[in-house]
């Protein structure tokens, strides 16, 4: 374990926040959060470019504070920010701090530490309610670009027979494994991988990561697909989504449904 430096820009719109998202994964930033309007990235302190950062901040005419999160110290740091988080009557999304929460079909406790996806995003948020919304009972499942491993957690909770999760990011990977012991989970296969490495057919196909991400991994996530499977896409705005469905059509995926949110939007495809 190592300090990080956490990076800050407020005021940001959707389109902004995947593009500096894209450019910082490339600077070496391991970590992101978002919520509507602001970002926070982290990187390891020997690997923080001051002087690129500003170059990029000047380039995109945005403001941003940076802190120094010392290892020790970073449970406390979300703790502090981290609230349980109700998706309809389907799953609660909580710490382990938190009292549990009553009302729901499940619960899913975290450590969410640097990793994307709380439920708190947008995009996280859709993706539970469309998932709310597909029959997992039996089904093999595939969660691409994994972060905390909530989709994959709750797609275990919804019956699945298997589910395989993987992502990119190291810290990730290693959240995700952690998350999934504390939710009992017995089903779920985690691997850390920059493309798509399996080779089975899936049932149900969870992706909420990008737009630029998905089309490059497009063919692949289309060919893993089982005939009459379904592919739930998110990560996406609102103008992406022409693009995307004419990309899903030259595969004869249809699509099935979409949900807007916060400027985010979230499409089903059926194989």
């Known amino acids: 374990m190592t300090d990080h430096i956490q990076i800050t820009f407020t005021n940001l719109q959707p389109e902004q926040q995947e593009l500096l998202i894209a450019q910082l994964s490339e600077a070496g930033f391991e970590g992101f959060e978002q919520n509507e309007t602001e970002l926070k990235a982290f990187i390891p302190e020997k690997s ?4 690129l950062l500003h170059e990029l901040a000047y380039k995109y ?3 941003f504070s940076e802190q120094l999160i010392p290892a020790q110290n970073w449970n406390a740091v979300w703790e502090s920010n981290f609230q349980p988080l109700v998706v309809d009557d389907l ?11 009553t009302g729901v079909r ?4 975290i450590t969410p530490k640097m990793s994307f996806g709380t439920g708190h995003h947008a995009t996280t948020f859709m993706m539970m309610q469309q998932m709310r919304e597909i029959d997992f009972r039996g089904k093999t499942v595939f969660d691409f670009g994994t972060g905390t491993g909530i989709l994959a957690i709750l797609a275990e909770k919804l019956g699945a027979l298997s589910v395989f999760a ?7 990977v290693a959240n995700a ?15 850390k991988a920059e493309t798509l490495p399996h080779t089975d057919k899936f049932d149900i196909i969870l992706a909420n990561i990008n737009k630029n991400v998905i089309l490059d991994n ?8 089982q005939p009459g499977a379904i592919l739930l896409l998110s990560g996406l705005l609102p103008e992406d989504e022409i693009e995307i469905t004419q990309k899903a059509a030259t595969y004869k995926l249809r699509k099935a449904n979409s949900r807007e949110r916060s400027n985010w939007i979230c499409l089903s495809f059926n194989g």
């Open 91 to 101: 799953v609660a999304i909580r710490a382990d701090f938190h009292e549990p929460v």
């Open 177 to 191: 494994a952690e998350n999934f012991e504390r939710n009992n989970c017995k089903k779920i296969k985690l691997l």
């Open 48 to 51: 923080y470019d001051k002087m």
């Open 166 to 172: 993987v992502d990119i990011d190291e810290w990730s």
């Open 61 to 63: 005419q945005l403001s």
């Open 106 to 109: 499940h619960e899913i406790v």
């Open 218 to 225: 497009f063919d692949s996530l289309a060919d893993r697909l």
